[in-house]
């Protein structure tokens, strides 16, 4: 018997507490990660032994979003339920953070007239491999590989404090550093409304003081930019957010790097970065060496 629940973040936080998951990609593991990507709409189906979340794209209308289930012994046979239930012509239905393995399991539970197509993913965050990062060699950045984002790190963190981010204290300062993109993006005539959704949504979520992590750095007196993370339960951090402001060069590799000691003092072995859009910001990701590459796919629903 399969209940649909609409999500909530307490509820949620608790459920994927007392889930015992090894899959790689951590953000499947994270409350604030459904929250964040679902902004415009989020439901929990679930049944007896597994769960599935399902959203509304936040990028493209009258469009779901089905993620793999959270139960490693699961034969995706909830999932094939919740798609009959869904799929009534309103929307078009996409599987996203699907694995090769993910998506065997679920294809051998289809019917006959329900027919998924791998995508190339244009508007999410996965269209590269996630980048898993060892804290620990960031925040060494021993040898050579690492000597042009040393040379980086000293130039942009002169003078520069350091603050963890505790509740609401520090949105004053995050609002300013969002306000220099914006003027960016306006700059170059993009579109801003998905774009910032996502901060907004963040923002919303430190204003009722939910548990979020993250640094905030300020330079010469002035904001510089914000890491935000969270602690999945196996213990892996979720990078949500490494913005800064985009006139000082070097300063999202200084905020990268000091990220990973901050969580390295606290015992955190991995920072999952997460997939990209663009090749210059998976470039980015990659320069840092990971100890980890995941590679998660999207399928379309094409009957």
């Known amino acids: 018997m399969v209940c649909c629940e609409k999500f909530t973040f307490d509820k949620m936080v608790r459920k994927l507490s007392m889930v015992k998951s090894q899959n790689i990609d951590s953000y499947l593991l994270s409350a604030i990660y459904y929250c964040l990507t679902g902004r415009k709409g989020t439901w929990v189906y679930l049944n007896k032994s597994s769960f ?6 936040p990028n493209i209308s009258k469009s779901l979003i089905i993620f793999p289930e959270v139960c490693d012994s699961s034969d995706f046979s909830l999932t094939t339920e919740i798609i009959q239930e869904i799929n009534n012509g309103e929307n078009e239905i996409y599987l996203c953070r699907y694995t090769d393995l993910d998506f065997v399991k679920l294809n051998s539970q289809l019917t006959g007239n329900l027919v998924f197509k791998r995508i190339i993913e244009e508007t999410l965050d996965w269209k590269y491999p996630l ?15 690492f000597m042009k984002i040393r040379n980086m790190c000293v130039r942009a963190g002169k003078e520069v404090d350091i603050i963890p981010i505790e ?8 609002r300013s550093v969002l306000k220099l993109w914006e003027e960016k993006f306006v700059s170059t005539g993009k579109e801003i409304e998905d774009t910032f959704g996502f901060y907004n949504e963040l923002f919303s979520l430190l204003e009722e003081e939910f548990e979020v992590s993250g ?3 300020i330079k ?13 339960c196996n213990n892996v951090a979720n990078l949500f957010v490494n913005l800064s402001n985009p006139t000082t060069r070097g300063a999202s590799d200084f905020q990268l790097v000091n990220t990973c000691r901050y969580l390295q003092k606290q015992g955190i072995q991995l920072l999952n970065t997460g997939g990209s859009e663009t090749d210059s910001l998976d470039f980015f990701k990659n320069k840092y060496k990971p100890a980890i590459s995941h590679e998660v796919f999207t399928y ?4």
């Open 131 to 145: 980048r898993i990062l060892d804290t620990k060699i960031v925040s060494e950045l021993a040898g050579r590989r």
């Open 52 to 57: 599935v979340v399902v959203i509304k794209h």
């Open 300 to 303: 379309k629903l094409v009957n």
């Open 220 to 232: 010469q007196g002035q904001p510089m930019g914000f890491t935000i993370w969270d602690v999945s």
């Open 167 to 174: 509740g609401k204290n520090q949105l004053n300062s995050m």
């Open 215 to 217: 640094l905030c750095f």
